[in-house]
């Protein structure tokens, strides 16, 4: 039985340490790449043709964009980062990069959390932030709002986490690249669900069946 449990400890051991490595050889390796080849194009756009720096900015925006997305998967694989607390202060982070240059303002709720140093499994972990980001991400595109309530409650039923805008202009709401099924989807994999409301604005609602 020793010896059992031993070795799983050793391969659990060994897979932190093979995640902790790929999160830090994709940041520090592909993250500076992709940030060279977006300098580069702005650099180029300077002294390049109208037609050409158009190219030039769409280069460096996709550069740009999938700097954002690998950052996110860093984090998201990174085991010096699981608990619900690293969760909430990557949300924070999130809201300020997106909403506050928008004039956004935002409340994120968390005082209801009992268990702050909890661990998640990356993939909670992940889907978790992914569906907040989309929804953050549809408001600052395609909402007029000016201020963004995000709640994280535990009930008696596990925890319902909720991002609410005070918008208006939601006749042409879509989605991006996740897309409000891939959303429920996400949902899906953690057991829990989502629903979209409405009302004095619009709501994401995600419920899932466990504490945080």
Not at 72 to 101: F, G, K, Q
Not at 133 to 138: I, Y
């Amino acid at each position: 039985m020793f010896a059992l449990f031993r070795y799983r400890f050793q391969q659990a051991l060994a897979m932190e340490r093979l995640r902790t490595k790929i999160s830090s050889d994709l940041h520090d390796d592909v993250g500076s790449l992709l940030s060279g080849l977006a300098m580069q194009t702005e650099l180029m756009e300077i002294n390049a043709s109208e037609a050409d720096k158009f190219k030039l900015r769409k280069i460096a925006g996709i550069s740009r964009n999938a700097i954002s997305q690998m950052r996110d998967l860093v984090w998201s694989i990174d085991s010096r980062r699981e608990t619900i607390r690293d969760l909430i202060e990557r949300m924070h982070e999130l809201a300020e990069e997106l909403l506050l240059p928008k004039d956004i303002s935002f409340h994120i709720d968390s005082s209801n959390i009992k268990s702050p140093n909890k661990k998640l499994l990356a993939s909670t972990k992940q889907n978790i932030f992914l569906i907040y980001k989309e929804a953050l991400t549809n408001i600052v595109r395609h909402s007029d709002a000016t201020n963004v309530s995000i709640s994280i409650t535990n009930s008696s039923k596990g925890c319902d986490f909720m991002i609410k805008d005070n918008g208006s202009k939601k006749a042409s709401y879509k989605s991006t690249g996740l897309g409000l099924s891939n959303m429920v989807l996400r949902a899906e994999k953690l057991k829990g669900s989502l629903k979209f409301k409405q009302e004095n604005g619009f709501g994401v609602y995600l419920h899932l069946p466990f504490y945080m």
